[in-house]
């Protein structure tokens, strides 16, 4: 059976084998803190979980270096935030597991998914970009997606003769942009754009009404579909941000 990772219950360090481990008053190992904040049965620094957050943010770079995961420090500090009120010392009624710890500093996405798939479905603007002939990043509010599959693909009408569109085809890099500002919560997600012009995808998103944009109806040849696919986003909401990719 593979033996449980055990994580400082101060500072979150792993505690890969007894040398890592702090002391009691007696001189024997205690396997729940590191030797860096507990030595002698008392806690090395006298601080709050704030402060313990400031101080284990200056290591983000050692971190990098054997992790998949790079961060910045300001990730780094919000991950820390989800995580350290589950660690004894900050908060001694809950446990974690090391799975926990992995879904909590690297994922956290269940809880984002979620709030990204509710901005998508009842925000009214969803904001694209697309790159001009010259390289600037150009950007324009649209009605919300008329469909999406989960937080990967999103489909937009548009029309057909349009600037945007002649930036698609010349070049697919894209993003979108959601923003809830009444909850200070806001998500980019970046991918491409494909410009659909055939008959199934312009039929599957057509609504009633739509002849207000394109006269002609649903065979109209000025509109199209656009089809946005994401590789990776970032989302902002409690004052940090969260880096995830999509696959």
Avoid at 64 to 80: L, P, W
Avoid at 109 to 138: F, H, N, R, W
Wanted: charged share 25%.
């Amino acid at each position: 059976m593979e033996k449980e990772q055990k994580f400082c219950q101060s500072c979150g360090m792993p505690l890969s084998d007894a040398s890592d481990f702090g002391t009691n008053v007696d001189g024997s190992p205690n396997d729940e803190y590191c030797k860096y904040c507990y030595a002698d049965g008392k806690f090395v620094q006298q601080c709050t979980m704030d402060e313990m957050i400031e101080y284990c943010a200056q290591f983000v770079g050692e971190f990098n270096k054997d992790s998949e995961h790079k961060v910045t420090r300001e990730e780094a500090i919000g991950q820390m935030k989800m995580f350290f009120p589950h660690l004894k010392r900050w908060r001694k009624e809950i446990t974690i597991t090391s799975h926990e710890f992995q879904d909590v500093m690297y994922a956290g996405l269940a809880p984002v998914k979620q709030l990204i798939v509710d901005m998508a479905d009842k925000l009214p603007v969803t904001y694209i970009s697309s790159v001009d002939e010259e390289g600037y990043p150009c950007m324009k509010a649209m009605l919300s997606p008329r469909k999406r599959e989960g937080i990967k693909v999103f489909y937009f009408t548009t029309n057909t003769f349009s600037v945007r569109v002649a930036h698609y085809r010349a070049n697919p890099k894209a993003s979108i942009y959601l923003c809830d500002e009444s909850n200070f919560r806001a998500v980019m997600l970046k991918g491409t754009m494909e410009v659909l012009t055939d008959q199934q995808s312009k039929d599957m998103i057509w609504r009633e009404g739509d002849t207000q944009y394109y006269p002609g109806g649903v065979t109209d040849p000025n509109y199209c579909v656009l089809k946005f696919t994401a590789t990776e986003g970032r989302f902002y909401s409690d004052f940090y941000p969260r880096s995830f990719v999509i696959e």
